[in-house]
């Protein structure tokens, strides 16, 4: 990997998405300014969509639905 300067992995699940940013020294020495940048546009994206009157709060999990059968359960 000697000549990757910058990854960026992402993980989501439950409405919510985890950025994991690395990046070699000699390659991108001002790793900071590009998290700054990186937060600003997420706080464009999250303007956009509150604007747009999108739920801020991720939509609440439906209930299990209830076995019809006791036969049918899980064990």
Same mark, same amino acid.
Not at 6 to 21: D, N, P, R, W
Not at 49 to 69: F, H, R, V
């Given at each position: 990997?000697?000549?990757?300067?910058?990854?960026?992995?992402?993980?989501?699940?439950?409405?919510?998405?985890?950025?994991?940013?690395?990046?070699?020294?000699?390659?991108?020495p001002d790793i900071?300014?590009?998290?700054d940048c990186l937060?600003?546009?997420?706080?464009?994206?999250? +303007?956009?969509?509150?604007? %747009?009157?999108?739920? +801020?709060?991720?939509?609440?999990?439906?209930?299990?639905?209830? +076995?019809?059968?006791?036969?049918?359960?899980? %064990?």
């Open positions: 990997f000697s000549h990757i300067g910058l990854t960026i992995v992402v993980s989501s699940s439950s409405h919510e998405a985890i950025f994991a940013v690395t990046s070699c020294r000699e390659m991108m900071a300014h590009f998290i937060n600003e546009s997420f706080a464009e994206i999250e +303007a956009l969509a509150l604007a %747009q009157g999108k739920p +801020a709060e991720p939509p609440a999990k439906p209930k299990a639905a209830k +076995a019809k059968a006791a036969g049918s359960r899980l %064990q």
